[in-house]
């Protein structure tokens, strides 16, 4: 994906955007991480990523 232009996330962009751009996770891949959305979407958009051990916000 290129991230040099604006984009709207999705659930998978986003956590293939953790992985691509952290190491937060180690070498955990994106299919095996969990996403929720956690606003209301409005303006922005805030995600919880997490790989059952520990979890990280995405905003």
Same mark, same amino acid.
Request: hydrophobic share 30%.
């Given at each position: 994906?290129?991230? %040099?232009?604006y984009f709207d996330l999705n659930l998978d962009d986003a956590k293939q955007y953790v992985v691509d751009h952290t190491d937060f996770?180690?070498?955990e891949k994106a %299919?095996?991480?969990n996403?929720?959305?956690v606003s209301d979407g409005?303006?922005?958009?805030v995600y919880r990523v997490d790989d059952g051990k520990k979890s990280l916000i995405l905003k």
């Open positions: 994906m290129d991230y %040099s232009k996770f180690g070498d %299919s095996d991480l996403i929720k959305e409005n303006i922005n958009h």
